[in-house]
């Protein structure tokens, strides 16, 4: 079964604790830079943003990889193959969600890879505000309601989906 992530940003206190957890899980560093989650603050409006992959269904950085490095694992979720990854950076600009970054040590792309199917984030958060749903349409409806008070602070209108 596929899964995702969902953030409910009205939980999310923009501590950085996923941050942590998320470099300390894949690189054995504690360093926020080097995570597969991101958090962005936006001071001026009170906005906390974590930006992390979608896990989308026809995913633009996996089609715009010249060498293949973004696949699908056995479960069904996307993850960069480091050894195929040239870092070449296509897969950052082809995102339009800020869901893949580059590792500033190697120099090769990153992104949530969902830890396998136990994400170091959501055990890190100790809000709640990160969970795991399907990816099914309870769960992306369940993202989508999530993430609705950012659009309402940022002035932007989301029509419901229909079911």
Request: contains cysteine; aromatic residues 4%; charged residues 25%.
């Amino acid at each position: 079964m596929k899964e995702i992530l969902t953030i409910d940003l009205e939980l999310c206190t923009g501590c950085r604790n996923c941050e942590l957890a998320c470099s300390t899980a894949h690189t054995k560093s504690f360093n926020p830079k080097r995570a597969r989650i991101q958090i962005l603050k936006d001071e001026v409006r009170n906005l906390i943003v974590p930006m992390v992959c979608l896990q989308c269904e026809t995913p633009l950085c996996q089609e715009a990889c010249p060498t293949g490095a973004i696949v699908e694992n056995d479960h069904g979720v996307l993850y960069v193959k480091q050894e195929t990854c040239i870092g070449c950076q296509n897969c950052v600009t082809a995102c339009v969600y800020g869901g893949i970054a580059i590792d500033p040590q190697s120099k090769k792309a990153i992104k949530c890879d969902l830890c396998n199917g136990e994400p170091a984030c959501v055990k890190a958060c100790d809000y709640g505000a990160i969970s795991v749903a399907s990816k099914k349409p309870e769960g992306l409806h369940q993202r989508r309601k999530a993430v609705s008070p950012a659009f309402q602070t940022l002035g932007i209108q989301i029509e419901e989906a229909q079911e």
